[in-house]
């Protein structure tokens, strides 16, 4: 039926893939009868037994429509004198628009990076005038894992945030848009890199994984649950058939398919960048940690190469591209990018 409309395999955002299968057959067995709505139905219940599991038994999930939301009502306990230290890349700073500012109130303290990641060294300035009333107060730390460009928190990385933030009375918050690639690269399981750590609250991402507009709130602290779905629904994220939204993250969940879906695409990403060892004209910026890969492309070959398989050009200079891998990549699909690369190189050589 839509044919004509010439869907094809984007490198652009794993955001661009469609449904997963598995996702798709469960929404349609949702999709009969009648259920309670705004999250009193059964398989609303039964979908909390999944997180409850998977996270540990303190979670509570509130679902929410967009990462933007998720993000924003994560860190929605914060008063507009208070500040959130991040990095200069974090997706909160970078891509949401002013949203947190807007909604919040809340001050964006900003630290320097080179891959994405940040040190509790780099938040002295940040912390030198608590209680200086001429001052915003910072108040939550926000860590993107895995990082706007693709590289991983280590264990012992968070743990020592988790310090550094009980020390200092801060919240912290795990951007977890890939939350599960990360699971996947470190071999560890999703409540080893969330309750585990002991992180207050966690955007965990569904869209970028297989699911259909639809996210969620992990809030594992008292502090972070406090009022939270007063919050929601006055963000007008509150939804009527939440079963929709549930039932989504009970199949990502249930049977670990979440697990299945990172392995694949994360490996498909360490595949493709072997892969492009047979191309001398083209560089990794960063070691691939994730399903994201970073390339310094010559300039001649963006341009022909995108027109086949769309992919962001990154800023930072030299060329650099973004390309990221989606759960339905595949052996054939990473066959013929080589191919179409080689073609490039024929018709277009580098400088």
Known sequence: MFEELGFNYSLGSDNHSGVH???????????????????????????LEEFRRVFGPEVEPHYVFTGTAANVLCLSSLKSFEAVICSEEAHI?????????????????????RDGKITPAQCGPALSRGGDQHFSQPRAVSLTQPTELGLCYTLDELREWRRFTTEKNLMLHLDGARLVNAAAHLNVSLKELTSGIGVDVVSFGGTKNGLMGAEVCLLFTKPAKENFKFYRKQAMQLSSKTRFLAA??????????????????????????????EFSEIRLAHPVQSNALFVHLPKAWIAPLRKKYFFYVWPGGENLCRWMISFDWTDELTNKLLEEIREVRKCFPAA
């Open 21 to 47: 299968p598995r996702v798709m057959e469960v929404l349609s067995a949702a999709n009969r009868g009648h259920a309670h709505a705004y999250g009193m139905d059964e398989l609303c219940r039964l979908t």
């Open 93 to 113: 700073h970078v891509d949401e628009c002013g949203a947190p500012e807007k909604f919040l109130g809340a001050k964006l303290w900003t630290v320097p990076t």
């Open 248 to 277: 989504q993250f009970y199949a990502f969940l249930k049977d670990d398919l979440w697990l299945e879906i990172a392995r694949h695409s994360t490996s498909h990403a360490t595949r493709l960048s072997h892969a492009l060892n």
